[in-house]
């Protein structure tokens, strides 16, 4: 393997595992890393080769490679993605992205169509913004920016507040009597709060302040959206309308709390996930 190669697996801390003829990559989303993915690899690697990687900026990547300007734009991510998929040789994937990386699996689709097969996307949101009447993604930009005010102000308040939002569960000290839900919030918010604020505050830009609904109709690939049927960041309605403006794409609702179905309800996932797949091959 080549010094570039190399560079690019180690920069994005990729990790194969698993066996399988079809090859599915496992991308996280805003705050997280590949760890959070765990829950679900136990009924993947049986079927599967998995690639996991770590965003630049998040995670165990290689920090030192972070470029300012690319990644201020989620097109820096998907660049990600698609040179690991160039440096494994790898095509017609299984993508599967949580959260903004759904989005960013849907840009590197439209560049590089040839890398996936199908695309999946675990709460996905094309834009959290509020847009007039026709388009409601959840939060006023005003909200926002404070959101993103704090991240400076006070980091641990920020995680404090955020993290229990995306797992819909309190943030209860952990004791005799902590149950799996507060476990994951606390590990949610650990994975948020150990990103130094110069790589995570560009990524929350990108993610919150990003309109990519314009690129829903360009995907061709076949899409399923699963969606949570109480997220505070992400409205079944927009789940509704991503899977309405997409080419291909079909749309399941877990009865569930929270934006992390991959971790509080990862069978829910995979069942779905195989569904979908077995019916559309």
């Keep these: 393997m080549s010094p570039k190669s190399n560079h690019i697996l180690q920069r994005n801390n990729v990790k194969l595992s698993g066996k399988g003829e079809q090859t599915m990559m496992l991308a996280h989303g805003f705050g997280c890393n590949q760890t959070l993915w765990r829950f679900m690899l136990p009924y993947l690697e049986g079927k599967y080769q998995v690639v996991l990687f770590d965003y630049v900026g998040s995670g165990n990547s290689d920090f030192s490679a972070y470029q300012k300007d690319r990644y201020e734009h989620l097109e820096g991510y998907a660049l990600d993605i698609i040179e690991i998929c160039d440096t494994l040789n790898l095509k017609n994937i299984i993508f599967v992205g949580h959260s903004v990386s759904g989005t960013i699996g849907w840009i590197a689709a439209k560049q590089r169509p040839e890398l996936f097969s199908h695309l999946l996307a675990v709460c996905p949101s094309p834009c959290f913004l509020n847009i007039g009447p026709e388009y409601q993604g959840g939060f006023e930009k005003q909200d926002l920016e404070g959101l993103i005010q704090l991240m400076d ?5 920020w995680g404090n ?24 919030v606390h590990e949610l918010l650990n994975s948020f709060c150990s990103t130094d604020v110069t790589y995570s505050k560009p990524f929350a830009q990108a993610t919150f302040f ?9 995907i061709h690939h076949p899409c399923l959206i699963l969606q949570s049927s109480d997220d505070s960041l992400v409205a079944v309605s927009v789940g509704e309308y991503t899977q309405r403006h997409l080419q291909n794409a079909q749309l399941q609702i877990i009865e569930a709390k ?13 069942k779905h996930m195989n569904a979908f797949l077995i019916n559309n091959k």
């Design 210 to 218: 990003s309109d990519y609904r314009s690129l829903l109709p360009d």
């Design 153 to 157: 102000k006070d980091y641990i308040g």
């Design 258 to 270: 929270g934006h992390c179905l991959h971790m509080t309800r990862p069978m829910d996932v995979v």
């Design 161 to 184: 507040y955020l993290a229990p939002v995306v797992m819909g569960t309190d943030l209860s000290p952990i004791g005799t009597n902590s149950n799996e839900g507060d476990v994951l």
